[in-house]
């Protein structure tokens, strides 16, 4: 009883569903202890690699917290497959300081260091993939929601195809609409399902999506039961509260800082038109500022 009356409290209605590009959601969606999960996570996988996963293991990994500055060495879902291969995906919402390409490029690196160990043979090396699904616009020159980089030669020849990384852009996806799910890619169709699962008015196309593909079908499975975690639903609300104070706390610093440019910009005139001999009063009615403020200039 005690139990729901807490999810009836943070849930906001019977059917809603939990936004699984919340980093908490999407977390919980791919590692939850069922066989509906572990398939949903070998099939996003398989979609978005392009190859069969199998015989998944999600590796020792650390959940994410809700200050964002302490997600840079976090992952959403770490595991390996496929004789030693690996892959970190993560939900990533800020393109802090425009160096998200950089951060991949590191993380992709570091990953390969974990699975590939001293005194192991180079021809064992195992290929990594570092996966991010952005919720912000990296490439604004490339219409493609999806992006696949490699290090290469400039005709194209791949140094060794041991490192990917894999950018999956959803405001890109989300700009197409209710387009017809047959006509997505594999990963396309995941990501449709990410962005719209939670939209009560996506229903029917989300319903379209799962039938269109079963691992996505077992996604939506998990997802309704995760549903029903009122732990989840009051951490996507103490989230949504401390983004709210932060973007409150930045308005103000901005319109502060906006206040004082003003203030300095007529200080500025102020003084200008003392150093030519304007008459005190006549700059008062011109700038706004008081007899005392520009005597003492």
Known sequence: MHTDYKLNRYRPSPDALLNPCSDEVFKALFTNESEESRTALRCFLTAVLHKEVKNIELRPNEPPVLD????????????????????????????????????????????????????????????????????????????????????????????????????????????????????LHSEEKWCKFLVDADNPSKQDYINRLTAS????????????????????????????????????????????????????????????FKALGVPVQTIAQATGLSEDEIAEL
């Open 213 to 272: 593909d079963g691992g996505i079908m077992e996604a939506k499975k998990t997802l309704d039961k995760i549903s029903s975690d009122w732990v989840l639903w009051k951490r996507e609300l103490d989230k949504e509260v401390i983004e709210r104070d932060h973007n409150s706390e930045l308005h103000y610093a901005q319109k502060q800082g906006l206040q004082q440019g003003t203030l300095q910009a007529k200080r500025d005139v102020a003084h200008n």
């Open 68 to 183: 964002d500055s302490d997600k840079a060495v976090r992952f959403d879902v770490s595991c390996t497959f496929n004789n030693g291969e690996a892959a970190d995906v993560e939900m990533q919402g800020v393109n802090k300081y425009s160096s998200f390409g950089m951060r991949a490029e590191y993380l992709s690196a570091r990953l390969l260091n974990t699975v590939f160990h001293k005194g192991d043979d180079w021809q064992t090396m195992p290929q990594v993939y570092q996966i991010s699904l952005l919720n912000f616009i990296f490439d604004k020159n490339d219409p493609a929601a999806v992006g696949y980089y490699h290090m290469q030669k400039d005709n194209g020849h791949l140094l060794s195809g041991i490192q990917t990384v894999i950018f999956l852009e959803l405001p890109k996806i989300d700009a197409l609409g209710n387009v017809p799910p047959e006509t």
